[in-house]
């Protein structure tokens, strides 16, 4: 059974950073596109960033361009998104996911096999 675990949320105020973590169990980091995605308390759940399994390919939401990088190590099966200049827009759950498919699968949404149960993220102002 594969099992995600995302850590690393907390309150933060608002210009700061965090690093979230996503570890994964078995062989899902090897050949498994990866991506985050996050929900706000009323509304839907959004894709956020994605990486190729070699980490060739990163693709992000533009609301999120240009402050926040996702990244990751296969030795650790481990995916990881660093979040600077946060706003208390993006005060929600995180969720870590992962699928046999590619990037664009991520960016999508709909072809996720795998997710974490969620990290909370909270920014204030």
């Known amino acids: 059974q594969v099992q995600l675990v995302e850590s690393g949320g907390r309150l933060v105020q608002a210009g700061g950073s965090l690093r979230l973590s996503c570890a994964g169990s078995g062989g899902v980091f090897l050949t498994y596109a990866m991506g985050w995605f996050r929900q706000a308390p009323g509304k839907e759940r959004e894709f956020v960033a994605a990486?190729?399994?070699?980490?060739?390919?990163?693709r992000y939401a533009d609301s999120v361009k240009g402050r926040f990088t996702i990244s990751r190590d296969n030795a650790k099966n481990s995916v990881y998104l660093q979040m600077n200049s946060l706003k208390p827009e993006d005060t929600a759950v995180y969720y870590c996911?992962?699928?046999?498919?590619?990037?664009?699968?991520?960016?999508?949404?709909?072809?996720?096999?795998?997710w974490g149960q969620g990290t909370q993220v909270t920014v204030s102002s």
């Open positions: 996911a992962a699928t046999r498919g590619s990037t664009s699968t991520v960016v999508a949404g709909s072809g996720m096999d795998y």
């Open positions: 990486i190729s399994w070699g980490s060739t390919t990163t």
